[in-house]
C-alpha cells in the first residue's frame, strides 16, 4: 500500500521558519509530480508549492520568495522549506503526488501536518 507520510509540523512565531518533510514509501517518487497543499479552517483546500519529476517549480502567489519546494530523488522524499511565516500560514499542510500513465492516473495523499504560526 502507499503511503506519504507528511512531517515537521508544530507552532512557530511569526517571523519563524519550519521543514515540511514528505516521505514516500513503495513508489518510486522521482516518477511523481509532488504538490504541497494547505487547508485552513473553514477553507478551501489550496496548492501552496509543486515540482515536477524534472524538477521545475511552482508557487502559489503568497509563498513565494519565502517558500521552497525540494525533492531528494535517493531519499524518496520532498520537502518544503518554510521562511518568515505569516499568521495567514497557519493550516493543515498535505503533500500530494501524482502522474499519468496513458489513461491512467495514479494520485495520493498523506494525512496532514499541522503548522501553527502563533505569537
Known amino acids: 500500500q502507499v503511503q506519504l507520510v507528511e512531517s515537521g509540523g508544530g507552532l512557530v512565531q511569526p517571523g519563524g521558519s519550519l521543514r515540511l518533510s514528505c516521505a514516500a514509501s513503495r513508489i518510486i517518487f522521482s516518477f511523481y509530480g509532488v504538490g504541497w497543499y494547505r487547508q485552513a479552517p473553514g477553507k478551501q483546500r489550496e496548492v501552496v508549492a509543486h515540482?515536477?519529476?524534472?524538477?521545475?517549480?511552482n508557487y502559489a502567489d503568497s509563498v513565494k520568495g519565502r517558500f521552497t519546494i525540494s525533492r531528494d530523488n535517493a531519499k524518496n522524499t520532498v520537502y518544503l522549506q518554510m521562511n518568515s511565516l505569516k499568521p495567514n500560514d497557519t493550516a493543515i499542510y498535505y503533500c500530494?503526488?501524482?502522474?499519468?500513465?496513458?489513461?491512467?492516473?495514479?494520485?495520493?495523499w498523506g494525512q496532514g501536518t499541522q503548522v501553527t504560526v502563533s505569537s
Open positions: 515540482i515536477t519529476s524534472g524538477g521545475s517549480t
Open positions: 500530494n503526488a501524482a502522474r499519468s500513465i496513458g489513461n491512467i492516473k495514479y494520485d495520493y
